[in-house]
Each structure stands twice: as structure tokens, then as C-alpha cells.
């Protein structure tokens, strides 16, 4: 089995960015979403771009962002790979010159398998828990039996994860990738080095 790949979102420091790097994660994540507790201005993401060594994917996380506020931070931005994390339908998320990955909330009677085949240019769908009103960041888990075991994307897995949880986690749902924010955190925000070495070991280890 190909190794899981891993990404930390909500970074909001430099040396948060780099601890991740250090650790070996994949990429890491950008909230360009206002209410967030984990927002970023672009002066912030700019700094943590910079800062990052070479092969560390950069990825912008919006929610029902206009086209028009997607572009201004592309312009001045060098992300690899943005996540739609709202309600966008297929139509918001294609032409932006980047490849996406959406995020989709997963509850009891959703059908997943379907969703996936509506955003067909997605380069992975980011499966999260549901908790209305809320668009992600919730540290909540969800129940991973829901995740059907063949869909068109890849599978990157969200919700609740910790060091704790992750190898359960890939062993049920064998995703792509594992994302996660508040597991490996001090605050909101601030990420705890050696929660984010633990869950890069973790996942390594699965």
C-alpha cells in the first residue's frame, strides 16, 4: 500500500509551517476564511509561503469565497492547490487556474459516492464531519463505516483526527491522506510541535 500522505491546516505561524516541514507533512493548509479562529491575512500567508523548504504543498482553504476574492489572493500568492470547504458547486470551484480539492461533510444517508462523480475535475475530495452550520475545523470525528470503500477521487480524510485515532483511522477508511488542525494544536491556532511529530509518526507508522 502507498504511504498516506499528510497535510496540517490552520497554520497561522512561520515556525508553526516549518515545525510541520521538519516533521515530514505533505503540505500545509491556509484558512482564508474570516470567522475562522485559524484565518489567515495574506500578509501572514505570504511570510509562512516563504518560509517553507521546497516540495511542501501549499493549500488554500476557502469557504464560499467569490471568484473575485479567490483571484486577489492568487495573484499575490503562490499556492499549489486550493480546498473548497462550503457549499460551492462544481461551476465555483473549476477555472482558477489551480488544481482543487472539495470538502464534503459526511452524515448518515449522504450519498457520498455520488457526490464525488459531481466534481469531476477535483484533483480529491476531502471527506469531514458534519456539524450544522459549521463548515469544518470542529475537531469532531464522524463515523468512518460511512466512507464508501471505492470512489472516483481520492480520499483524503478529516475530522477530529489526533495521534491517537490516525492509524485507526487508515486501517478502516485507506485514504489518500489525513488532514488535521485541531488535533495537533495548543490553542486555536497555534499548533503544538510535539503533536504535530506525533501524528506524522502515526501516520508513518500505519
Known amino acids: 500500500m502507498a504511504a498516506v500522505r499528510s497535510k496540517i491546516c490552520g497554520i497561522t505561524r512561520v515556525e508553526d509551517a516549518l515545525v510541520a516541514a521538519e516533521a515530514g507533512a505533505d503540505a500545509i493548509g491556509l484558512v482564508f476564511y474570516p470567522p475562522s479562529p485559524r484565518a489567515v491575512t495574506?500578509?501572514?500567508?505570504?511570510?509562512?509561503?516563504?518560509?517553507?523548504?521546497?516540495?511542501?504543498?501549499?493549500?488554500?482553504?476557502?469557504?464560499?469565497?467569490?471568484?473575485c476574492d479567490v483571484g486577489e489572493i492568487l495573484d499575490?500568492?503562490?499556492?499549489?492547490?486550493?480546498?473548497?470547504?462550503?457549499?460551492?458547486?462544481?461551476?465555483?470551484?473549476?477555472?482558477?487556474?489551480?488544481?482543487y480539492i472539495k470538502a464534503l461533510r459526511v452524515r448518515s444517508g449522504e450519498d457520498i459516492a455520488a457526490r464525488c462523480l459531481e466534481y469531476r475535475n477535483a484533483s480529491g475530495i476531502l471527506l469531514d464531519a458534519?456539524?450544522?452550520?459549521?463548515?469544518?475545523?470542529?475537531?469532531?470525528?464522524?463515523?468512518?463505516?460511512?466512507?464508501?470503500?471505492?470512489?472516483?477521487?481520492?480520499?483524503?480524510?478529516?475530522?477530529?483526527?489526533?495521534?491517537?485515532?490516525?492509524?485507526?483511522?487508515?486501517?478502516?477508511?485507506?485514504?489518500?491522506?489525513v488532514d488535521v488542525s485541531g488535533g495537533v494544536e495548543a490553542g486555536k491556532g497555534v499548533k503544538d510541535a510535539g503533536k504535530v511529530r506525533a501524528f506524522i509518526r502515526a501516520v508513518r507508522g500505519a
Open 76 to 99: 499575490a500568492l503562490p499556492l499549489d492547490l486550493l480546498q473548497f470547504h462550503g457549499d460551492e458547486t462544481p461551476a465555483d470551484c473549476d477555472g482558477h487556474r489551480r488544481p
Open 42 to 67: 495574506l500578509r501572514q500567508a505570504q511570510a509562512i509561503v516563504a518560509a517553507l523548504p521546497p516540495f511542501v504543498t501549499t493549500v488554500g482553504l476557502f469557504v464560499n469565497a467569490s471568484r
Open 130 to 177: 458534519y456539524v450544522p452550520g459549521v463548515p469544518g475545523g470542529t475537531g469532531e470525528a464522524f463515523d468512518w463505516s460511512l466512507v464508501p470503500r471505492l470512489l472516483s477521487k481520492p480520499v483524503i480524510l478529516a475530522g477530529g483526527l489526533n495521534a491517537q485515532n490516525v492509524r485507526s483511522a487508515i486501517a478502516q477508511v485507506a485514504p489518500y491522506a
